[in-house]
Nanobody, 114 residues
Framework: QVQLVESGGGLVQAGESLRLSCTASKSIFSIRTMGWYRQPPGKQRELVAQIFSRDTTNYADSVKGRFTISRDNAKNTIYLQMNSLKPEDTAVYYC????????WGQGTQVTVSA
């Protein structure tokens, strides 16, 4: 059964930090590149960070140097450490494989106030 459960979002002020977590079913996690996506209000969903099976990472230019993706294979969990948050980071954040599956979790809301 496919499962993606995101958590850790919240309301913060600009410059603060948050750490998101996503637990995925083992069938997804063990064989796929995993990523964090976000969907700002009124905009399309975008990939912001991805981590490959050997922990190589890649980031969108908009978050490079501020966000860090990591994974704990024993827990089937990926994380997104978000530092120096900006109002434009406000979005619902989702995890999924890369490329993504048709199934999405509920996401976690991140709101950054100016």
């Amino acid at each position: 059964q496919v499962q993606l459960v995101e958590s850790g979002g919240g309301l913060v002020q600009a410059g603060e930090s948050l750490r998101l977590s996503c637990t995925a079913s083992k069938s997804i996690f063990s064989i796929r590149t995993m990523g964090w996506y976000r969907q700002p209000p009124g905009k399309q969903r975008e990939l912001v960070a991805q981590i490959f099976s050997r922990d190589t990472t890649n980031y969108a230019d908009s978050v490079k140097g501020r966000f860090t993706i990591s994974r704990d294979n024993a827990k089937n969990t990926i994380y997104l450490q978000m530092n120096s948050l900006k109002p434009e980071d406000t979005a619902v954040y989702y995890c999924n494989s890369v490329p993504y599956l048709s199934y999405w979790g509920q996401g976690t809301q991140v709101t950054v106030s100016a």
